[in-house]
């Protein structure tokens, strides 16, 4: 997986569609990713952390159905994603 910049406008600026775009797929996915990179660096750290370990596991569930929806809707846009971000699948 990329490193993704720790600014959020940031990551919205590299996967927007469109300019003011914040609510694609691409950006849901692109922000869920950089959330699951601080929580897994967070339990690295913190190995009895169960409640983030939790959340954890609810923010990988999302990005998921998301990438799902996302493959349903357009099969170009999803290889795009899936190769930007570096994901297995």
Known sequence: MIQ??????EIIDLFAQHEGDTGSPEVQVALLSYKIQRLSSHLEENKKDNHSRRGLLKV??????????????????????????????
């Open 4 to 9: 993704l910049p720790d600014n959020k406008k």
């Open 60 to 89: 990988i569930a999302k990005r998921r159905r998301i990438i799902n929806y996302l493959q349903k809707l357009d099969e170009k846009r999803y290889a795009a994603l899936i190769s930007k971000l570096g994901l297995k699948r």
